[in-house]
């Protein structure tokens, strides 16, 4: 078994309940915090520990957090991530359901280190019963003196509240979050200045996913150091992956970042395997905006060495045979799934959520979706494909925010590594309405799961 | 004015307002804008849509022009601009979703009610609409139900019958 650092109580009957997480050593990090560090030393430990932005950018937490201005007497603010959206990912949703105080702690631990007195829980407005388990939670912490005036007698006053987003993935890009706790609009800013400098309010602003922060309890409780040893290389730490599609045992598991993707596919401990007795065709690795792989090079770099599950393994081999580790949605596709189909599908999605800020954005996706659907269809034709090709380039790095980038790699990805699926469908366009291509010719994909278990 | 369906103005009750009061003391003096989603937020979960009228009544509390509420309105997707079913059904319609069986539960809703996405069936309890990811793709098919935003998950033709069932005989 991995070691387990978010996830280790998450079965304990109560555990989302401040009496149950106390028991179990809750709010020791705030009390080590409060009491025997500074603020400086706290960033000090988040540094050491190599943790790295759990939303999707992978940028080392501590480094933002050093970056942040301290002008005198202008208010500092930490906002939380929590308007998870990635197609793909529900880790945030999963750890705030069951244990709402972790992130709480580590808000309170967090908002200490940066200076913060007032900091809010930005939540996607759909997540409204998490909102609910939220509220909840910081009444209890309230109540017991965790936040308020004066925590724990040490003169440090902190006010946490939750903002509901109104449905757009946009908002999960930290200036439009910014934009949109401002009530306004979810269109993203011009960068620079950055959230560090001029974020909420025009006040500096650190804004971390809700892993990142729930992370920062046991880099204090351990210490960054020893937070460090767990991972390899750059990739320290453990890392929640939301495991989606056709696969055994769906759901969101705490891995230590290194295990090899085979094992995460495989294995009993984890994922189990393909449902149904089939075989793997594809996955995306860490959630619909990194590229898509075939089963091949998912399990192998091009030379057959192992791919693991870390920051950088995953994107070994650039965009050319490698992908990201991004947020850990781990999406894996069988055997029957039409890449075409799914392709025209996170196309769509892009499309939809455009904020329509920049022309390359919002023109393009919706081309990418016309061409896609067209192809699906069975009316496409080989200028398409091409045509496909020269609309995401076009897209990918000419927009304020990553969403362009983002709706361009998983199209670029799929023409890149399922071209041959994509022809079929123009060239059989009656076929390819009643049957599926089925496994990609150069797709490698294991039979059965071959991975020893552990004893 | 937002061209929108209009209903007779709606008129806020003390209750709602001093909701409206708790969430505008989260934010720091002149910064009440902030309030503006959460709130309507309350509205929707009041009048099950956001009426035009109600919006500028926002604006107003919140001292912001009605533009400024009604291009909020428009750019967030869970903002209904007009009445919906007294249970409002939103299946995610996104890539993971999709891989388990999310069309099929679509194509069934629409089957199931006679009614088309986005209409309202005749007897005013229903409609339905396919939504981008819900965050819960390890558990697809999923639902949620507004304005509570009830989740639904590893749905089937069956368990979809059954939930419309019970609401039915709520």
């Known amino acids: ?455 | 004015m937002l061209k929108v369906e209009e209903q007779t103005p709606v008129v806020f009750s003390s209750e709602l307002l001093a909701k409206f009061d708790d969430i505008k003391s989260r934010y720091p003096e002149g910064k009440q804008k902030s309030a503006l989603l959460p709130l309507l937020h309350l509205v929707q979960a009041e009048y099950l849509w956001v009426p035009t009228s109600a919006m500028d009544q926002v604006a107003a509390y919140l001292n912001i022009q009605p533009i400024e509420v009604y291009e909020v309105a428009t750019f967030y997707t869970m903002y209904f601009l007009k009445p919906q079913g007294k249970y409002a059904l939103e299946v995610c319609r996104t890539g993971p979703c999709c891989l388990v069986g999310a069309e099929k539960i679509l194509d069934h809703l629409a089957h199931k009610l006679g009614v088309k996405e986005g209409e309202v069936t005749a007897d005013g309890l229903f409609s339905f609409r396919g939504v981008e990811c819900l965050a819960a793709c390890g558990f697809g098919p999923v639902l949620q139900i507004s304005p509570e935003y009830t989740f639904y998950e590893n749905l089937t033709t069956e368990s979809v019958d059954k939930l419309i069932e019970d609401l039915k005989n709520k």
């Open chain 1, 1 to 455: 078994m991995s070691r387990k650092l978010l996830l280790e109580h998450i079965n304990v009957p109560g555990i989302n309940t401040l009496d149950v997480y106390r028991q179990k050593g809750g709010y020791r990090a705030v009390e080590k915090a409060l009491k025997t560090l500074t603020p400086e030393e706290i960033v000090e430990e988040v540094k050491k520990s190599g943790l790295r932005g759990r939303g999707g950018a992978g940028f080392p937490t501590g480094m933002k957090w050093s970056f942040l201005a301290k002008p005198e007497g202008v208010a500092r603010y930490l906002v939380c991530n929590a308007d998870e959206s990635e197609p793909g990912t529900f880790k945030d949703r999963y750890l705030m359901t069951h244990i709402p105080h972790a992130l709480i702690e580590g808000m309170i631990v967090s908002s200490f280190a940066l200076g913060a007195k007032v900091s809010y829980i930005y939540v996607r407005g759909e997540m409204m019963p998490q909102i609910r388990i939220l509220e909840r939670a910081i009444a209890e912490a309230k109540a017991a003196g965790w936040l308020g005036k004066n925590i724990l007698g040490t003169g440090y006053d902190l006010e946490l509240y939750v903002q509901p987003g109104g449905g757009a993935y946009i908002c999960g890009e930290e200036t439009a979050l910014l934009e949109s706790l401002e009530g306004k609009r979810g269109n993203p800013r011009i960068k620079p200045p950055f959230p560090a400098i001029a974020g909420l309010y025009g006040c500096p602003t650190v804004v971390n996913n809700v892993e990142s922060i729930a992370a920062v309890v046991p880099i204090i409780n351990d210490g960054g150091e020893e937070y460090a040893k767990i991972g390899i290389g750059r990739s320290t730490g453990t890392k929640l992956i939301s495991a989606s599609g056709n696969l055994v045992k769906p759901g969101v598991y705490e891995i230590e970042l290194g295990l090899p993707v085979e094992e995460f596919i495989y294995s009993d401990e984890y994922c189990g395997g393909i449902a149904n007795g089939k075989r793997l065709k594809a996955t995306v690795a860490g959630g619909s905006s990194v590229p898509v792989l075939p089963a091949n090079l998912t399990l192998k770099y091009a030379n057959g060495e192992p791919r693991l599950m870390s920051y950088e393994s995953l994107s070994e081999g650039g965009f050319a045979t490698g992908t990201m580790l991004g947020s850990g949605g781990f999406i894996a596709f069988d055997e029957d799934q039409c890449m075409v189909r799914n392709t025209w599908n996170f196309a769509r999605f892009y499309h939809h959520e455009s904020c329509g800020q920049c022309s390359p954005c919002r023109e393009g996706t919706g081309w990418m979706e016309k061409i896609l659907h067209k192809i699906e269809h069975g009316h496409g034709s080989m200028d398409d494909v091409d045509l496909l090709w020269d609309v995401q380039r076009k897209i990918e790095g000419n927009t304020i925010c990553p969403l362009g980038d983002a709706a361009a790699w998983p199209v670029a990805s799929a023409i890149r590594h399922f071209r041959d699926e994509f022809e079929w469908h123009i060239k059989e366009p009656v076929k390819s309405q009643q049957q599926n291509y089925g496994l990609a010719n150069y797709a490698n994909p294991i039979e059965k799961a071959p991975v020893t278990e552990e004893k």
